[in-house]
């Protein structure tokens, strides 16, 4: 029986037997004697992504009071959701990525506390994950920007949507239209000005 650990664009943590590519945390947020998730959904604003293999460390996944071990199809998926690269196990990415922040949002000398701040605000609404109007036509947006059409989620890449699932992305028949915007805004203009997520292999093969 999968753990209750996979994270969805929008957020919500599910149980699924596929695991992704990425891990990350928000923080303490399960009991270990039951490894299941406590009631609230993050402990931290420092919510992050990273690497599954670090320096040969093995953890057993929800098996003691440290941070709770969270899954993710790629990183546009993390993003989509909140998340950050974490400066601990992906530095250079981390790096790369507050200076494409700086770049996109007008800023100099970002800590990470700041942009937690910022993505904390842009991430939640009451609570629940927030939605943001798209800055631009979908076919405008940035490769590996994420977007909300009523229950379901879609990557972009070169100007067209693909389905999100646990699995991997689908080709989309039909025009997306009145979709909502689900990668924060900053994380959005940093992607614009020059980060590039790391895409689930499917986001080139898709899944027929």
């Known amino acids: 029986m999968p753990l209750q650990n996979r994270v969805t664009p929008t957020g919500?943590?599910?149980?699924?037997?596929?695991?992704?590519?990425?891990?990350?945390?928000?923080?303490?947020?399960?009991?270990?004697?039951?490894?299941t998730l406590l009631k609230k959904r993050w402990s931290s604003?420092?919510?992050l992504t990273c690497v599954c293999e670090f320096r040969g460390w093995r953890r057993q996944v929800m098996g003691g009071?440290?941070?709770?071990e969270l899954f993710f199809l790629d990183e546009a998926t993390a993003f989509a959701a909140g998340h950050r690269p974490c400066f601990f196990c992906r530095r250079d990415d981390a790096n790369r990525f507050r200076a494409a922040w700086e770049a996109g949002n007008g800023v100099t000398d970002l800590?990470?506390?700041?942009?937690?701040?910022?993505?904390h605000r842009e991430r939640l609404e009451r609570g629940k994950k927030r939605l943001h109007p798209?800055?631009?036509?979908?076919?405008?947006?940035?490769?590996?920007a994420m977007v909300q059409q009523g229950a379901e989620s879609?990557?972009?890449?070169?100007?067209?949507?693909?389905l999100w699932s646990m699995a991997g992305y689908r080709k989309v028949d039909n025009a997306i239209k009145g979709a909502m915007l689900l990668t924060p805004p900053s994380t959005l203009r940093a992607i614009s000005a020059g980060y590039r997520p790391v895409l689930h292999a499917s986001a080139a093969q898709p899944i027929v």
Request: glycine residues 8%.
């Open 45 to 47: 604003p420092a919510w």
């Open 65 to 68: 009071r440290s941070w709770t």
């Open 134 to 144: 798209l800055p631009v036509p979908l076919a405008e947006l940035p490769d590996g």
């Open 111 to 119: 800590r990470a506390k700041e942009m937690d701040a910022v993505l």
């Open 12 to 35: 919500d943590i599910v149980a699924d037997p596929h695991r992704g590519i990425f891990t990350g945390n928000r923080g303490i947020i399960h009991d270990p004697a039951t490894k």
């Open 154 to 162: 879609f990557l972009v890449l070169q100007g067209r949507a693909l």
